[in-house]
Structure formats: C-alpha cells, structure tokens
C-alpha cells in the first residue's frame, strides 16, 4: 500500500457521466451536514472533477481511495491484482 499526502486543490463542475463520490464534511464547517441537495450537487462535481481530471493517473486493476480531509488529500492505492499470463510460444 502506497500513502500519498497532498495539497488539497478547488474543482468546478462539469457534465459527464455518473459516478459515485462520498465527502463527509468541508474545510469551511466543522459541523456535519445531512446529505441534501446542495451536498448531491458537490459530491457530483467532486466526481466529475475526478473524471476528468485524475481517472488517467489510476492504475487499471487497483483500488484508488482518496481521502480529503481539512485541506490535506490522502491516496491508497490497493493491492495489484494477479499478474495476467503471457502466452506460451
């Protein structure tokens, strides 16, 4: 497992497809909100700044996790998967 700490950078919404994204808190607040529709609408936009921007850094196979937390941005990466075989000649 391989942990990563970086500065934690602002993102702006964009349209593509769905992907699911969960935050708890933000940097501003320190009292948790419930879920509503300004948090769907920022959990969308922190999803869609990931397609866009960082989906081509993730290895193919591995878990990524990315954890931001009071401005500071944790990644894990899992275990790589089995080795795929190369064909006999």
Do not use: C, Y
Request: glycine share 6%; no cysteine.
């Amino acid at each position: 497992m391989k942990l990563a700490t970086l500065p934690a950078a602002d993102t702006a919404p964009a349209a593509f497809p769905p992907v699911t994204a969960s935050a708890a808190g933000s940097p501003q607040s320190s009292v948790p909100v419930p879920d509503g529709p300004d948090d769907e609408a920022q959990k969308r936009a922190i999803a869609n700044a990931v397609w866009t921007d960082l989906l081509w850094l993730m290895p193919t196979g591995r878990t990524v996790t990315v954890t931001v937390r009071d401005g500071r941005v944790a990644v894990e990466l899992g275990p790589p998967g089995p080795m795929p075989e190369a064909p006999a000649h």
